[in-house]
T-cell receptor, first 112, second 111 residues
Framework: NAGVTQTPKFQVLKTGQSMTLQCAQDMNHNSMYWYRQDPGMGLRLIYY???????DKGEVPNGYNVSRLNKREFSLRLESAAPSQTSVYFC???????????FGPGTRLTVT | DAKTTQPPSMDCAEGRAANLPCNHSTISGNEYVYWYRQIHSQGPQYIIH???NNETNEMASLIITEDRKSSTLILPHATLRDTAVYYC????????????FGTGTRLQVTL
């Protein structure tokens, strides 16, 4: 089992560019999540998908969109990147919304 | 979800038990206590969780006080690889219940 995988590991964007962060899990989990972590801070929830076919906003959704492509995959899209979106992005999954979450290794994004 | 308070940092000698406290005085009856850790810049790792009884697994033990207003995570024999930021999180159940990460406790294990 690979667990939760994320691509790419690193990315540099210019302001205004768009990109999609990919996340996949092979644990047959129902729920998936996207977080961001800024230097010296805890993680903040961007969006989550409690089950396939549903998505909901988290604490900091502005500037992002998500797609739950299927049960395995949950992508995060930045339509027009801004320097304030420079962060480390973590994807996570859990068997169900109220269960423990398992995290991927993260994507380090820099927007210049 | 209830708020938690943790010391910003702690030290522990290798081989000794590391006891990490967490205060959650506003916890309500259906809220669980979760512990995660984050080693360097890796993704957070789930450690353990509990409701009111003490819990133990292969990684750690969780002691929750009888009034549930505080808890302690115990790493019985800390190693250098346990150096990490440890997060105590209180959350309820249900679709809308989410993990809220604070700033955690930075545990430094030394020789």
């Amino acid at each position: 089992n690979a667990g939760v995988t994320q691509t790419p590991k690193f990315q540099v964007l210019k302001t205004g560019q768009s990109m999609t962060l990919q996340c996949a899990q092979d644990m047959n989990h129902n729920s998936m999540y996207w977080y961001r972590q800024d230097p010296g801070m805890g993680l903040r929830l961007i969006y989550y998908s409690a089950s396939e076919g549903t998505t909901d906003k988290g604490e900091v959704p502005n500037g992002y969109n998500v797609s739950r492509l299927n049960k395995r995959e949950f992508s995060l899209r930045l339509e027009s990147a801004a320097p304030s979106q420079t962060s480390v992005y973590f994807c996570a999954s859990s068997p169900a919304p109220s269960y423990e979450q398992y995290f991927g290794p993260g994507t380090r994004l820099t927007v210049t | 979800d209830a708020k938690t308070t943790q010391p910003p940092s702690m030290d522990c000698a290798e081989g000794r038990a590391a006891n990490l406290p967490c205060n959650h005085s506003t916890i309500s009856g259906n809220e669980y206590v979760y512990w995660y850790r984050q080693i360097h810049s890796q993704g957070p790792q789930y450690i353990i969780h509990g409701l009111k009884n003490n819990e133990t697994n292969e990684m750690a033990s969780l002691i929750i006080t009888e009034d549930r207003k505080s808890s302690t995570l115990i790493l019985p024999h800390a190693t250098l690889r346990d150096t990490a930021v440890y997060y105590c999180i209180v959350r309820g159940t249900g679709t809308a219940s989410k993990l809220t990460f604070g700033t955690g406790t930075r545990l430094q294990v030394t020789l």
